[in-house]
Nanobody, 121 residues
């Protein structure tokens, strides 16, 4: 059974930074793709950033240039570095993994429970 566990969320001021980590129960390189999604109250869950097994990345337009997704072999994690955070980044952030898809047209089969990110003064 695949488990994904997020960490690193918290309260941060606007323009601040956070680094989220997703620890997986199997190699993060064994998935076709992994991604970070987020969901704010009253909004649809949206793709924030994704990375494929061959290191192709994709980002939501709202976070491009501010967020960076990466995989860490030594820790077996997928990380999301978030810089210049804005109040509209406030959401619960979820790790996602897909065995087959690399398109990010729809989420993969595996989800973590999420970690809360709140950007506020």
């Amino acid at each position: 059974q695949v488990q994904l566990v997020e960490s690193g969320g918290g309260l941060v001021q606007p323009e601040g930074s956070l680094r989220l980590s997703c620890a997986a129960s199997r190699s993060v390189f064994s998935f076709a793709s992994m991604a970070w999604y987020r969901q704010a109250p009253g909004k649809q869950r949206e793709l924030v950033a994704g990375i494929t097994r061959d290191d192709s990345t994709t980002y939501a337009g709202s976070v491009k240039g501010r967020f960076t997704i990466s995989r860490d072999k030594s820790k077996n994690t997928v990380d999301l570095q978030m810089n210049f955070l804005k109040p509209e980044d406030t959401a619960r952030y979820y790790c996602n993994a897909a065995l087959l898809t690399t398109s990010f047209a729809s989420p993969g089969s595996y989800w973590g429970a999420g970690t809360q990110v709140t950007v506020s003064s």
